[in-house]
């Protein structure tokens, strides 16, 4: 018995995925074949071009021979055989499903034996996908095989785990022989991922096999207890920023990038590593915006907040740009009006009062226990905002100019947010983003 390797890609970029496919087939000593389907760009004209290549895979193979078929958003994390995961049970094909239900299927992952069986269900899958009719997305057509939850484990391992920013990251932990990356969480299902985030995961991946490392092992923060610092206090612009000890592992990062950036171009930094005492207890870092920004913003003539979980990609490029004929920097959100993660105040009357009003609201909530508690701080800051008529579009900035979504960034984007992630996940994207950031910055003078 054989087991053959077929690595279905749709982006020609994807050389780490590639590179994490051929080593496991090198180490195992199977036949590796790479499918480059780069140049077709609707998805369902790629998907039917992936099961006519398995079945011509599996017509000439051996009988009882492996295929699987995997993608770019597929990567494999340890040496488990594919026969070990066939071995035992009658089965003649492996495909998981995500979260409760059977019908979302993670195509990025199949593995099959080459039997009548196998072959036909290939067919079906070929026949299902043809035009003439309505079409049928590849988990309807996969979710025939009766997929397995990807909970479940076959001696020992689980063939292929769900890995996406926004869940906590088992791959690291289960004894898993796969990850099927996943999106955001309302992005198509099975469409290929965000490149920037695919090739990240290749790379931590293939680096930690290579040198024998535990995944997401990151160098620790040294600890510093002071609980609150300011340096150049006489500036005309201020950033502050806030991370309790329980975010630390991302919020030092952040607070590197942020100091390397005020130091650069000489402004002020307030930086806090725990709730001021005096701030009010029981309530999550992210809700003192208002009272950090009252407290400093009459001692500079702006005052940004930055979110613990931003970096500033362009170290070069400057602030005072964005605050010409304007009194406050705001930026578009993706889903709200705009992001609280990342704004700008001048230092006027009417920006203390507005501050002054939200600090007053957000005092009279109840529940403040957590980022997103009684709907968040950003809600608070929005509506207040509103009540004054100063969070229409016409006030607000774009989210590529500034406070960019981490999936929106490109090679010239200012400042990054880093939003909706796990915590260690987040860790290891802001740690790749300041070094990326630092590389940037020798660069340009």
Same mark, same amino acid.
């Given at each position: 018995m054989t087991t053959h390797v077929i690595s279905f890609f749709a982006d020609d970029t994807a050389r780490a995925s590639f590179e994490n496919h051929r080593r496991y087939c090198a180490r195992l000593a199977y036949p590796h074949e790479y499918v480059d389907t780069a140049a077709i760009g609707w998805a369902h004209l790629r998907m039917l071009l992936k099961y006519q290549v398995l079945l011509r895979k599996l017509r000439a193979c051996a009988e009882g021979d492996l295929v699987l078929l995997i993608t770019q958003d597929c990567l494999l994390l340890r040496d488990i055989p594919c026969e070990t995961l066939m071995r035992g049970e009658n089965r003649d094909w492996i495909v998981s499903?995500?979260?409760d239900d059977p019908g979302d299927v993670m195509a990025a992952f199949q593995l099959w034996r080459n039997t009548a069986a196998a072959r036909e269900q290939v067919q079906r899958i070929c026949e299902g996908a043809r035009f003439g009719r309505a079409?049928?997305?590849?988990?309807?057509?996969l979710s025939a095989l009766g997929p397995r939850p990807f909970? $479940?484990?076959i001696e020992g391992h689980h063939p292929v785990v769900?890995?996406?920013?926004?869940?906590s990251p088992i791959w690291a932990e289960w004894p898993a022989f796969s990850l099927a990356l996943a999106d955001m969480p309302d992005a198509p299902k099975n469409q290929p991922v965000f490149a920037d985030l695919r090739d990240l995961?290749?790379?931590?991946?293939? $680096?930690?096999q290579a040198r024998g490392l535990p995944y997401l092992a990151l160098p620790q923060p040294e600890a510093d207890e002071t609980r609150y610092e300011a340096s150049n206090r006489s500036a005309s612009i201020a950033l502050a920023m806030l991370h309790t000890p329980n975010i630390r592992e991302y919020g030092a990062i952040a607070e590197r990038n942020v100091r390397r950036y005020c130091e650069r171009h000489g402004y002020a930094l307030h930086l806090y590593r725990d709730v001021p005492a005096e701030a009010g207890a029981g309530a999550s870092g992210n809700w003192i915006k208002p009272w950090v920004l009252l407290r400093h913003l009459p001692e500079h003539e702006w005052v940004f907040w930055i979110d613990a979980d931003v970096l500033v990609a362009d170290q070069s490029r400057r602030l005072e740009p964005l605050c010409e004929k304007r009194d406050r920097v705001l930026a578009t959100d993706v889903s709200w009006q705009f992001n609280s993660g990342i704004m700008g105040f001048r230092n006027t009357p009417q920006n203390l009062d507005v501050l002054t009003e939200i600090e007053q609201c957000i005092g009279a909530i109840a529940d403040k226990s957590s980022t997103y508690a009684s709907g968040g701080d950003?809600?608070?800051?929005?509506?207040?905002?509103?009540?004054?008529g100063l969070a229409d579009s016409r006030h607000l900035l774009d989210c590529a100019t500034i406070n960019t979504p981490y999936q929106l960034q490109s090679r010239d984007s200012f400042m990054v947010h880093y939003m909706h992630m796990w915590p260690s996940l987040r860790a290891l994207i802001m740690h790749h983003g300041d070094l990326t950031s630092q590389m940037r910055g020798a660069r340009r003078p």
């Open positions: 499903y995500r979260d079409l049928a997305s590849e988990a309807q057509l909970t $479940e484990a769900l890995a996406a920013l926004n869940v995961f290749a790379e931590h991946i293939n $680096e930690c950003q809600d608070v800051f929005i509506k207040v905002l509103a009540r004054h």
